[in-house]
Nanobody, 123 residues
């Protein structure tokens, strides 16, 4: 089994910064793409930022220049540095990872999600 555990959410004033972390654990063979998504009530979950195993990144237009995604492959961890936060960044943030695991003699690659962490930006 594979688990993703997020941390770092909270309440911050507009213009402030937060850093989210997401650590993967379990019977991991390899982690491919990792990413951060966010969701607000009544809306679909949207991609915020993604990063490949090689370090290539992509961002939603709304966060370009303010957010930075990075990963530490030695720790199976992905980060999201969020600067110049705005009220519209308020959401539950989820991490996602495509993970190859090994169990019962079988290799499988599946997408996994964290439990979500609340980010609230006060204006």
């Amino acid at each position: 089994q594979v688990q993703l555990v997020e941390s770092g959410g909270g309440l911050v004033e507009a213009g402030g910064s937060l850093r989210l972390s997401c650590a993967a654990s379990g019977t991991i063979v390899r982690i491919y793409a990792m990413g951060w998504y966010r969701q607000t009530p009544g809306k679909t979950r949207e991609l915020v930022a993604g990063i490949t195993s090689g370090g290539s990144t992509n961002y939603a237009d709304s966060v370009k220049g303010r957010f930075t995604i990075s990963r530490d492959n030695t720790k199976n961890t992905v980060y999201l540095q969020m600067n110049s936060l705005k009220a519209e960044d308020t959401a539950v943030y989820y991490c996602n990872a495509d993970v190859e695991s090994y169990s019962g003699g079988i290799y499988r690659t599946n997408p996994y999600w964290g439990q979500g962490t609340q980010v609230t930006v006060s204006s």
